[in-house]
T-cell receptor, first 113, second 112 residues
């Protein structure tokens, strides 16, 4: 049982390049989330998927798109990376309505030059 | 405007003593609160939570207190151990539960 996995662990992009961050969970959770963590800012929600087939914006969605590929996988895409998107990105999952607890992956450290 | 605030960026405590981490919130719709612990290069891990219908929840060395009138919660760790050294995040949600709002974190250092 791997929990929540994220790929890649590290990535360096140039301004304007695109990339997709991958996330998968093997806990049969309904909801999945993408956060970014910046120093002193805590974790801020980018997008979430309450259930397979649905996605919604979080606090900081600009510059990002998401795809809930199936119940296991939730990807985050940067179409045209900017230096302001340099951050650590965390994916999380949650069982469903019965629990508020979210389970986090190990993170992807992204640097945009 | 941050709805969840942790006003102490860092805290240093001697091993064996009590660690008290504080968190304030402004949104009265929040009714469920969680604490997460984060080690470097790892994702946050759930520590303890409390519903707004309670004012205290204990789990071993960890106790969370909630003061709804003051919109304040605190995490007590007794006794503190060097392995508790990490960044602690306070988070809050409403009864829909879909979104967690996090504080900025407090770095706890427990000295042997």
């Amino acid at each position: 049982n791997a929990g929540v996995t994220q790929t890649p662990k590290f990535q360096v992009l140039k301004t304007g390049q695109s990339m997709t961050l991958q996330c998968a969970q093997d806990m049969n959770h309904n909801s999945m989330y993408w956060y970014r963590q910046d120093p002193g800012m805590g974790l801020r929600l980018i997008y979430y998927s309450a259930s397979e087939g649905t996605t919604d914006k979080g606090e900081v969605p600009n510059g990002y798109n998401v795809s809930r590929l199936n119940k296991r996988e939730f990807s985050l895409r940067l179409e045209s990376a900017a230096p302001s998107q340099t951050s650590v990105y965390f994916c999380a999952s949650r069982p469903g309505l019965a629990s508020n607890e979210q389970f986090f992956g190990p993170g992807t450290r992204l640097t945009v030059l | 405007d941050q709805q969840v605030k942790q006003n102490s960026p860092s805290l240093s405590v001697q091993e064996g003593r009590i660690s008290i981490l504080n968190c304030d919130y402004t949104n009265s719709m929040f009714d469920y609160f969680l604490w997460y612990k984060k080690y470097p290069a790892e994702g946050p891990t759930f520590l303890i939570s409390i519903s707004s219908i309670k004012d205290k929840n204990e789990d071993g060395r960890f106790t969370v207190f909630l003061n709804k009138s003051a919109k304040h919660l605190s995490l007590h760790i007794v006794p503190s151990q060097p392995g508790d050294s990490a960044v602690y995040f306070c988070a809050a949600s409403n009864n829909a539960g879909n979104m967690l709002t996090f504080g900025g974190g407090t770095r706890l250092m427990v000295k042997p």
